[in-house]
């Protein structure tokens, strides 16, 4: 299998405090990848390196075929982003937004207009069109700033908490997005709170006080902790830490 990315004894420290411990994982083409922690684990600062946002203090990392340290131009080209807080204008309409970030990502107009049709008709939002983003419900919002995250066609999308605060159907069918993007041959590098949603991944890993301290499928996890679900395993390791609140 591919990896498109590849991460080996990454360290990150802001003075005397160390964020990340040697992480060591690769993740593969057309994977869901689940990167879980606590708050405070370590994994956002993660995200932020592999994203080109920070620079690692030591390590080796390749992102989507680049190196982390000398090319942060091409791997900002070669991925997409989705942030917890919602990333649209929304003082912009639909079409606006899809063409506005479709631009950034250095689409033709000719491309611009058909994947931005392409993708209102698949959202089913050919009403919303020409209306306010602010105007949309969240899930609704949601699902179109991750759709835009991939409309450049992207090797990798992370994504952070993309579906905090939205209610479970809607969550549902934000996952289905999800693996129609991981279809398409798409990377979902996903953080999350929801332990349900950690089942939906095809691998994940769990970060306790800047370390991995588990990596694997969500089934093999639960054997191995004796759990009935995700959240069992997750409560097992959360224990582990020394800077509980």
Request: proline residues 2%; contains cysteine; glycine residues 6%.
């Amino acid at each position: 299998m591919e990896k498109v990315i590849i991460v080996k004894n990454l360290v990150k420290k802001f003075e005397d405090f160390v964020a990340n411990d040697n992480l060591t994982f690769d993740v593969y083409k057309g994977e869901i990848f689940g990167f879980l922690g606590a708050n405070g684990a370590g994994k956002t600062t993660a995200m932020k390196i592999l994203c080109a946002l920070s620079q690692p203090t030591s390590g080796e990392l390749n992102v989507a075929g680049f190196d982390v340290y000398t090319q942060q131009d091409k791997i900002k080209a070669n991925i997409g982003y989705m942030s917890q807080r919602f990333s649209l204008y929304e003082d912009l309409t639909v079409f606006e937004n899809i063409q506005f970030y479709a631009g950034i990502y250095g689409l033709s107009n000719k491309i611009i207009k058909e994947r931005a049709e392409n993708l209102i008709k698949k959202l089913e939002m050919v009403e919303m069109k020409n209306k306010l983003v602010s105007s949309l419900p969240l899930g609704w919002r949601q699902k179109l700033s991750f759709s835009i995250a991939i409309i450049h066609k992207p090797q990798i999308v992370f994504l952070d908490e993309p579906t905090g605060g939205v209610d479970p159907i809607t969550r549902r069918q934000f996952w289905d997005l999800i693996y129609d993007a991981a279809n398409d041959g798409i990377t979902i590098f996903v953080t999350t709170h929801y332990m349900d949603e950690a089942e939906y991944c095809n691998r994940v890993s769990i970060m306790v006080d800047g370390r991995i301290e588990a990596l694997d499928t969500p089934q093999n996890l639960k054997k191995q902790f004796n759990a009935e679900d995700m959240n069992e395993v997750f409560i097992q390791l959360a224990r582990k830490s020394k800077n509980k609140e």
